[in-house]
T-cell receptor, first 113, second 113 residues
Framework: GAVVSQHPSWVICKSGTSVKIECRSL??????MFWYRQFPKQSLMLMAT?????????EQGVEKDKFLINHASLTLSTLTVTSAHPEDSSFYIC?????????FGPGTRLTVL | GESVGLHLPTLSVQEGDNSIINCAYS??????FIWYKQESGKGPQFIID?????DKRQGQRVTVLLNKTVKHLSLQIAATQPGDSAVYFC????????????FGSGTKLNVKP
């Protein structure tokens, strides 16, 4: 099946700094990608839909100025957590659809100190 | 977003037994349902899917049942193996936005040798 990668796989940062997470579709093009957040022992919560060449659409309750999404090419979407705080510590997962199937990245573990 | 929930947060079974994991969903307009397996620290892996025009679908060792009357979904794993130990999520995608997945709360499956 298709492969989605994420980078970095884990990151530790200080409170107040910004962190960028990349999501790449390795062997297919994706005009749409999705970003999820997962707290420990909880489910995946859809944060936003990343649209190539246009603005992302955010789910209710997700701060668009806090979680900046850029989908600059057909194979790359980035999520930037701005002014990160400890409560932003989570597992961030992206996904991309290809031929009616959704492929998930391996996730990025963010820890904010 | 739509609500997709699970009845049992944790399920322990003996190796070789059959496992049944349940899921309830709230959006009667949902068209497509998927079961995912997530191992610790990894992204979700597709297991099996089912469309709303079906009530049963079988894969290798897995069967998904859909009861639209009571908005209930189940995953049956035959002859459960230690490698099946993981968290299982059901996900729903609405008819009007096929690729937008909403996940249930998850069930942790423990397979005892």
């Amino acid at each position: 099946g298709a492969v989605v990668s994420q980078h970095p796989s884990w990151v530790i940062c200080k409170s107040g700094t910004s962190v960028k997470i990349e999501c790449r579709s390795l062997d297919f093009q994706a005009t749409t990608m999705f970003w999820y957040r997962q707290f420990p022992k909880q489910s995946l919560m859809l944060m936003a839909t990343s649209n190539e060449g246009s603005k992302a659409t955010y789910e209710q309750g997700v701060e668009k100025d806090k979680f900046l999404i850029n989908h600059a090419s057909l194979t790359l979407s980035t999520l930037t957590v701005t002014s990160a705080h400890p409560e932003d510590s989570s597992f961030y997962i992206c996904s991309a659809p290809e031929k009616f199937e959704q492929f998930f990245g391996p996730g990025t573990r963010l820890t904010v100190l | 977003g739509e609500s997709v929930g699970l009845h049992l947060p944790t399920l322990s079974v003996q190796e070789g037994d059959n496992s049944i994991i349940n899921c309830a969903y709230s959006n009667s307009a949902s068209d497509y349902f998927i079961w995912y397996k997530q191992e610790s620290g990894k992204g979700p892996q597709f297991i099996i899917d089912i469309r709303s025009n079906m009530d049963k679908r079988q894969g290798q060792r897995v069967t998904v049942l859909l009861n639209k009357t009571v908005k209930h979904l189940s995953l049956q794993i035959a002859a459960t193996q230690p490698g099946d130990s993981a968290v299982y999520f059901c996900a729903e995608t609405p008819l009007y936005n096929f690729n937008k997945f909403y996940f249930g709360s998850g069930t942790k499956l423990n397979v005892k040798p």
